[in-house]
């Protein structure tokens, strides 16, 4: 660029440079697109920009995971929950979150009870316990583009052709739930999930439902033996196009209905 000034020709030499040389994929990658905007061909190297991108994000979600569990061992549980969750959202594409969800999900269940419970123990306002789940509401799948957040009663949506929101288009978005369950009698649950389209939900950082895939209303269920108390509950919406629903039921003693409201709490810092 000293030599020949701001050319496509430099641009493009000096990219290669920052790759070969440096493994610099962030600068190169800009160098390479001016070169591109100026009718240059890139395609030979966008391949080693690939490797490079993936190397360097495996690498950052491997040491964030070695710092959850290090955290954990040590019950440093808000760090636990922040880690976590930024493992979840934006490394969730690479392989170490792929080989470690499980782990960094039951991580993730324990530090939410932990927090809860340093707020207080008792089922009342003193407990830090609020009515409802905290909603997130994103355009698209991956939960990158988040348009509002609010408080949901419970899970009980029919949207049909319309919006989720006003903040948020009829197609192609997705909603994040968070917060907790009070199971009142300890015994078997059946949980489930009716949507149209995909679905995912954890509890107490297990995933009980994994079906994320384009479909009409479906049941989605899971049953599991709870004792009496709180749990952490998480759970993940998409729609595609077309109609739109999410509702979550539980089954007990042969009966289904929608969870009640007077069951789903949050805590100030979920709301957040």
């Known amino acids: 660029i000293r030599v020949m000034g701001d050319k496509p020709e430099s641009r493009l030499a000096y990219g290669l440079y920052l790759l070969l040389t440096h493994s610099d994929w962030v ?3 800009k160098h390479f697109e001016a070169a591109a905007a100026a009718g240059k061909d890139i395609s030979r190297y966008l391949s080693k920009i690939t490797e490079l991108e993936k190397n360097h994000l495996e690498k950052e979600a491997q040491e964030l995971y070695d710092e959850l569990v ?3 061992k040590r019950k440093k549980w808000k760090e636990v929950s922040r880690l976590a969750e930024k493992l979840t959202t934006g490394y969730r594409n690479t392989e170490v979150v792929k080989k470690y969800l499980g782990d960094i999900e039951k991580a993730q269940g324990k530090a939410l009870v932990a927090l809860a419970r340093e707020e207080g123990t008792s089922r009342s306002k003193k407990s830090g316990f609020m009515p409802g789940l905290v909603g997130s ?3 698209g799948r991956d939960f990158q583009n988040l348009k509002t957040r609010r408080v949901d009663a419970t899970v009980n949506f ?3 052709n319309g919006r ?3 903040d948020v288009r009829r197609d192609n978005f997705s909603i994040r739930w968070v917060g907790f369950i009070y199971i009142p009698r300890s015994g078997r649950y059946t949980f489930i999930v009716n949507s149209d389209d995909g679905v995912r939900m954890w509890l107490r950082g297990e995933r009980l439902i994994n079906d994320w895939v384009e479909r009409n209303p479906t049941d989605s269920a899971r049953e599991v033996t709870l004792q009496k108390g709180y749990y952490p509950i998480k759970i993940e919406y998409y729609d595609a196009g077309g109609g739109a629903c999410c509702k979550l039921f ?4 042969g009966q289904r209905e ?4 007077k069951y789903l709490f949050h805590t100030s810092k979920q709301r957040k």
Do not use: L, R
């Open 27 to 29: 600068q190169a990658k």
């Open 70 to 72: 290090k955290k954990a």
């Open 137 to 139: 509401y994103y355009e």
């Open 158 to 160: 029919d949207w049909g």
């Open 164 to 166: 989720p929101h006003s």
């Open 250 to 253: 539980w089954k007990v003693n």
């Open 258 to 261: 929608i969870i009640p409201a």
